[in-house]
């Protein structure tokens, strides 16, 4: 959906990282592919988000859904409808549908909320503070970084 379609944000720095989020996750899956592709081995971890490349895909897009889920819970937004994402057996077959829904679903809640509800905080699960904005800049954020280290472990750094 080109940028332009985006146009009832009432902040514009919040359409932005929404925006920004879209990119990231559909730069995510050809990074992704690029590495299944290379056969890339996982640095050994006890973390089980990285035990494959399909659960790391797997937590991108579950993360994905959950900051939304959050944003919307705190903010005391309607239930965005975001389905789960799919399992590690199944990710690789439904990522692209999913994203498509996921991104889908991104692009409605946020809309009318004004800029200073984005300054709000909350505690997290952790029991620290952060803002909504934090958060939003967080989701942005986050499958861009799981796309460079995809991107480097695949040129073999």
Partial sequence: MPIHELTNYRHRGARALVLLHEKALRDILPAWRAAKAARVALPPTTNAAYASLETVLQHVLRAARSMMMTLCEKLELPDPAIDE?????????????????????????????????????????????????????????????????LEELAEGR
């Fill in 85 to 149: 994402a799919p399992e590690p057996s199944r990710v690789e077959k439904e990522a692209e549908r999913y994203i498509e829904h996921l991104l889908a679903r991104w692009r409605i809640p946020l809309a009318g909320v004004d800029e200073k509800s984005f300054d709000l905080t909350y505690k997290t699960r952790n029991g620290e503070e952060r803002s909504i904005m934090a958060t939003l800049e967080h989701a942005a954020m986050h499958p861009m970084r799981h796309r460079f280290q």
